[in-house]
């Protein structure tokens, strides 16, 4: 009877199963085989791919393009990462000392999170335009925010953080709010003044959200590419804006490696599961206690 | 236990059944401009893919009288612009969605012939061959196999400007020229310089001109290969390219080069780079909008500049050079997509755009000339009602030329340089060594 | 891409309670001139926001001719429309990939609520052998980042003859989403045993509990996943990008990028157009901010 019946439950489980796991073999598991294979190719959409062992590898890791490609990466995202925490966790605290309004700024803020980054980044590709642009004529100004190998990474970085302040903030505001009252209210009577106790109470409790925040931001940040795209075609200034996304498209799509772009793809994974698995690490040592 | 199995597979298959249904109707209201795959029924529809609107349009008018006689076909025109055309058809001809006809330029042919993905032009054409522009020809013959049809001759290069802006200065510009050793010789410079305007009305020859707040600028010196810089490379007596090799860092065309970016950042004469090296039409509106007095381009933008200027311009020659005026000649070609599956009506199509009466559309509007001779006074007509004197385009095509660059991974090749000639143009990088540097890259990535 | 190890011991949305709870709780009033400052802050923060959107708006309804020859923050004058017009004119054409990215966005929620939920019951309330070792494989799924399967997608999807097609648009997302499946399965572990058992006594099955005990209690969750699939499909770039070309298929974002690159320095119509491409999403977000914001707090929303 149990048997016939736990049979029953296992087939209509595989069931509800299959549809979700056809996509997910065929569409996230298969695609890694098929990518490991093409790094190990030669192909150029026209001819026939070639097998050429580790050689895409090789290149990949002698190609000056793709290293600058590593470093403007990692200097993209530490750029975004630290300002646009720190600017989230600001606003978080301006906005929870309840007064009135803090409900109207918060929505406001989250709406460039909301709205499609390529098309964001066409808006502030014309707001940086050298002639007929709004920042030259805010600043007066005759800045080429873009094509200057110096502004060009700053300026993208600060399009990704404008466009993401907002939904750190929320993130913070949750963090900050489920502060219970009585720790807050044992510091005061112990003496602590807002940047003691800010520093040494509301900061260490807010530790799961910074992880949360961080981890999910630098890998967000290693993917970055529609806003890139739309803001600086072709990498950029001596390709000062070329992050591993554009690299990769531009290796794929436009001199048409599909090899050498695989392997840089596989790069990317590995620093990405690396990423991830070093924060689950840490996480679980760390956070020991529960909010909730 | 069966109605379990059966509810189970129910709800997934009804799932299924659903998404499918939104699926089937997903339909594109732009999909009529797609190609209808597979049909050898009684109507057929072949696709022609271009980038160039005011073409499209005398395509249009030309499929119109080719399907009056051709009650079976249907030729629908798919445009895709210039900017992205090689990357999109690079992956629609892998992919086996492109077009069943469409344009490529004798930069980028070549990977598509050797990897068969174009039909030969062949026998089928014997009749037209003759009547085609013989540079177009040989430009796109390659191991011994013509791979499509000429289209359009750009002609040569020429300058248009603004006649009250050179009347004002008293510059006269039929016979300019430049010279890189010797200022003596050098008119173009200082007709240019007397050209550019700062706010206060000074020119840029004078000691107090402000740079930072120019209103006119003389001429429309940029990055870009057909209208500038090939020509004064040749003009200079130097070279792109020897077969498939680049050989732009060489002494004769690094002086070129110099020339052009002075022109920009020592000079002023010229917008910032910044401007221009990821817009090549900036320079075409700010002349139209009458910024600029001496715009040097192609009859690829004579429709564009007559349409738009609401000032009198004419056309000069381009300035001489040391060696005399060279100008580059481009041809445009229709290849068929070896991969169509109505290869009889796609020959039929192509035949009808090489003949000089499907052809002559092209001229017919202005809109481009015509690669097919007998269809080229439909051109110089059309002007020639409108007061326009276009002689100038042809003349520097009858003279010297220089032939636009080839190769098997050209594309690759662009994209090695182009970076590199951005900091070139802004001044950010010596002429000398970075042309040397996008030198190397693009050969490492011409042989890859 | 959440890590499933962070939700659980994640703050919970922010609530109004603890706001007043605060205020009650501090001495006195807030001085007045920390109130100004805190507000001065925000209301720079507010205008950093909103002025790129007003900008571009003001530029859109701007003349071709204004835009050219008067400075970038000049008020429109006259107001015209002359750029929404030539944007759904017959050559432009915008409808066309408005109509497009509406379909892919209701084919894919669709698909991947209705399979996501389909599996988050099964991972959550059934029991079956391999149950715990395929839950890590859809967990382990997460890690994979779309910049490393467009490649390959690409090439399989093409070699299928489906590039340029609307199954190309679709497919990838439309079988569910495992980030989608771990949050159900999380919600659906929470809904009371009792009931379950309840309705299975009086015979109901397997599907039957799920669609009149189970769905109507997770109407939150179902909430935020529709708005999160709706917001990242409609702003979906790098895989229409490629798995796309011409002006079929076309969705919202590629031809936005398309006519920013054709008709690159004519800003006013390309103003126009981003303002088409934000607009469904702010109309939605007017309407629904209470629920977006909660759901960015409660998924992480990506």
Known sequence: ?292 | MKSFWRKGATATAALGAAVLALTATGCSPAADKGSTAGSSGPNTTVTVRLWDEQVQKAYEASFKEFEAKNPNITVKTTLEPFSTYFDKLRTDVSGGNADDIFWVSSSYFAPYADNGSLLEIGSEFDSEKSGWVPAAVDQYTRNGKLWGVPQLTDGGIAVYYNKAMLAKAGVDPSDLSWNPTDPSKDTFLKAAQKLTLDANGKTADDPSFDKDHIVQYGYNASQDLQAIYYNFIGSNGGAFQDGEKFVFASDKSAQAFQYVVDLINKYHVSPGAANTNDNGDFLRDQFIQGHVAMFQSGTYNLKNVSDGAKFDWAIAPIPAGPEGRVSVVNNIVAAANAKTTHKDATLKVLQWLGSAEGSKFIGAEGAAVPAVTAAQSSYADFWKAKGVDSSQFAKAAEGKTISAPVGSNYGAAANAWKPIFNEIFLGRTPVKEGLQKAQDAANAAMTQ | MTSPKLTPAQPLPPSTPDLTRQRRIRPGRPRAAAAIGTYLFLVAGFLLTVSPFVLSLMTAIKTPGQFASEPALSLPSPVTGENFLQLFSDDRNFWAPIAVTAQVVVVIVVGQLGFSVLAGYAFARIEFRLRDALFWVYLATLMVPQVVTIIPLYTVLSQLGLRNTFWALVLPFVFGSPYAIFLLREYFRFIPEDLISAARLDGAGTLRILWSIVLPLSRPILATLTIITVVSHWNNFLWPLIITSGRTWQTVTVATAGLQSQYNGNWTLVMAATTVAFAPLLVLFAVFQKNIISSIAITGFK
């Open chain 1, 1 to 292: 009877m149990a048997s016939k019946r736990a049979r029953r439950e296992a087939g209509i489980g595989y069931l509800l199963l299959a549809p979700s796991l056809f996509g997910i073999l065929a569409f996230l598991i298969f695609p890694i085989l098929v990518v490991i294979w093409l790094s190990l190719n030669s192909w150029n959409l026209l001819s026939p791919a070639k097998f050429v062992g580790l050689e895409n590898f090789v290149r990949v890791f002698q190609d000056t393009a793709f290293l600058r490609s590593m470093t403007v990466t990692v200097l993209f995202v530490l750029l975004v990462i630290p300002l646009q925490t720190a600017l989230g966790l600001f606003s978080a605290t301006l906005l929870t000392r309840g007064l009135p309004g803090s409900g109207f700024f918060r929505v406001i803020y989250v709406i460039p999170w909301i709205c499609a980054p390529l098309a964001l980044g066409v808006v502030w590709k014309w707001i940086f335009a050298p002639t007929g642009g709004a920042l030259n004529a805010v600043l007066g100004t005759n800045t080429s925010w873009l094509t200057d190998p110096a502004l060009a990474l700053p300026a993208v970085a600060a399009v990704s953080i404008w466009s993401q302040v907002g939904y750190v903030t929320l993130f913070f505001m949750a963090g900050l709010s489920a502060i219970p009252a009585q720790i807050l209210d044992a510091a005061r009577i112990d003496g602590s003044g807002p940047w003691q106790t800010f520093w040494l109470v509301k900061l260490p409790l807010l530790r799961p959200t910074m992880f949360f925040v961080l981890v999910t931001g630098i890998i967000s940040s290693f993917q970055a590419f529609d806003s890139i795209y739309a803001l600086t075609p072709n990498g950029g200034p001596q390709g000062t804006t070329d992050v591993i996304a554009t690299r990769i498209y531009g290796e794929a799509f436009q001199s048409f490696n599909l090899g050498r772009a695989s392997v840089m793809a596989l790069v990317l994974f590995v620093l990405l599961v690396a990423v991830t698995l070093i924060q689950q690490l840490y996480f679980r040592k760390r956070i020991t206690y529960d909010l909730s």
